[in-house]
């Protein structure tokens, strides 16, 4: 079986690595680690395709450290304990490095397993995750590591590994491969800053060109129809999905409409349809609020249409609602107010409900003056009179500070001029 052209072209040295200049450029901390000749503890988190497992194949070159690698989809506890058997060995006696990738998938116990010897440094561990650390790795091997972040890279970055990748096929097969202006810079763009998948991309446009008298030709429109939805990282388990939802929702509320019709775009393009119509209603109700109280009524009909209607066609009263919600004035100011009385109610702030908002009619015995004295507000001029709600412990509270845009002032001035 051939190995992917990603792994045939493997970097082995570190100045061949694409991208991660934060971390691994001139100067930078993790390239002065991996000069120092020593290894410490390492956490590699970052997406798929940006170069952690190749760094740190880099640096476990670096060592005489005995390797071991394992991976957390497969392997399993009986794998861990013959990897500390080996400590006792001859061929461990300088220590063990082990390479554990998707560290992710090891549960609180496998992780603790290797705990001791990574803390008298025995095993020095380096892990590569894609998923938050800080979520999934357990907090005291969290403590004995440093933890560095690789980022997606950018499209101008893998350029040249794709060029890399055409030149290698070619020789690899020994026949001429021309490749048709915009091609490279297509796939680079398409890949989503992963360059495991621009180099899967090109050895798939290589395998699908046209064959003609002086080779294969790699044509644009080839590479159009075999990266175009090659771009987007989504995993509605994983942070690209949070990362995502929560741009959509801070683009709604900071009223950006550009910004959170694409977000919107993202979504319906993985077709999560569902959390494009969750975070669209608590936005309107959270962000807009009484300031266009309309909003709630008519983002809920779009919705619906959504749902009813499913995608394609869905895309369009969302975008419709999205825009509204964007240009719509805001106001969190009941949010604050539920916010503040749910703090309240947990802090354990309340108290009897006054007697004369209670329901029972009668009072017993102990009771000295009998009667609820509730006074009907509609009896009164603006169907409005002074009586205490809320209960004695909070009688003079405040929760709901009306915003200041034109519907809550204009609610504000009304109840003013009732209650002077």
Sequence with gaps: MTAPLADRIRPSALDEVVGQQHILGE?????????????????????????KTTVARILAERTDMRLHKLNGTTAS?????????????????NGILLYLDEIQYFNKRQQQTLLEFIENGRITLIASTTENPYFYVYNAILSRSTVFEFKPVEAEEIIPAVQRGFAFMQQERGCPITVEEGVCAHIA?????????????????????EPDENGVTVTLDTSKQLAQRSAMRYDREGDD????ISA???????SDANAAIHYLARLLEAGDLPSACRRLM????????????????????????ALQVGLPEARIPLADAVVLVCQAPKSNAVYNAINTAMADIQAGKSGPVPRRLQNKH?????VEKKGQ???????????WVRQQYLPDALKDTVYYVPGDNKTEQSFAAYWKEIKK
């Design 241 to 244: 999905h949070y990362d995502i």
């Design 373 to 383: 004295f509730y006074e009907y507000p509609h009896e009164y001029p603006g169907h």
């Design 282 to 305: 608590v936005c309107a109700c959270e962000d807009v609020g009484l300031a266009y109280p309309q909003i709630i009524p008519i983002v809920k009909a779009a919705v619906d249409i």
């Design 27 to 51: 100067g930078k901390a993790l390239r002065r680690i991996m000069e120092s000749g020593r290894i410490p503890n390492l956490i590699f988190y970052g997406p798929s395709g940006v170069g």
């Design 189 to 209: 763009a398409s890949c989503g800053g992963d360059v495991r998948k621009a180099l899967n991309a090109v050895e798939l446009c290589v395998l699908a060109g």
């Design 248 to 254: 959509y929702q801070k683009s709604m509320r900071g």
């Design 77 to 93: 506890t009986a794998d861990i304990k013959a990897v500390v058997e080996e400590l006792d060995t001859f061929a461990g006696m």
């Design 362 to 366: 009668y009072d017993g015995d102990e």
